[in-house]
């Protein structure tokens, strides 16, 4: 049974920073993609970043491209987004989501995720 457990959000006042956390279990961590998409009120879901877990290729939405940071922890089994310069737009709840790449097809691109965390809700003011 695969789990994402999301942590990390919270409050923050503009240019100021967060790390979100997401532990994984139940799955084989090598050879997945693994990533953070987020959705705000009123609008639709949006990619933010994702890593292939084996090549630790990494892609970034254009809108958060030099301001934020994924990364992983291969012995915890986790992924980290490092939000800096956070903005107001940023405001969103976060989810972390994974699955293989035989599924999701495209790391960069693909959005056919099966495993989802339940989201942790970043706030900028």
């Known amino acids: 049974h695969v789990q994402l457990v999301e942590s990390g959000g919270g409050s923050v006042q503009a240019g100021g920073s967060l790390r979100l956390s997401c532990a994984a279990s139940g799955y084989t961590y090598r050879g997945y993609c693994m990533g953070w998409f987020r959705q705000a009120p009123g609008k639709e879901r949006e990619r933010v970043a994702t890593?292939?877990?084996?090549?630790?290729?990494?892609y970034y939405a254009a809108s958060v491209r030099g301001r934020f940071t994924i990364s992983q922890d291969n012995a915890k089994n986790a992924v980290y987004l490092q939000m800096d310069s956070l903005k107001i737009e940023d405001t969103a709840m976060y989810y972390c989501a994974a699955d293989s790449l035989w599924v999701v097809g495209s790391c960069q691109s693909g959005a056919n995720f099966r495993y989802w965390g339940q989201g942790t809700q970043v706030t900028v003011s």
């Open positions: 890593i292939a877990t084996a090549g630790r290729s990494t």
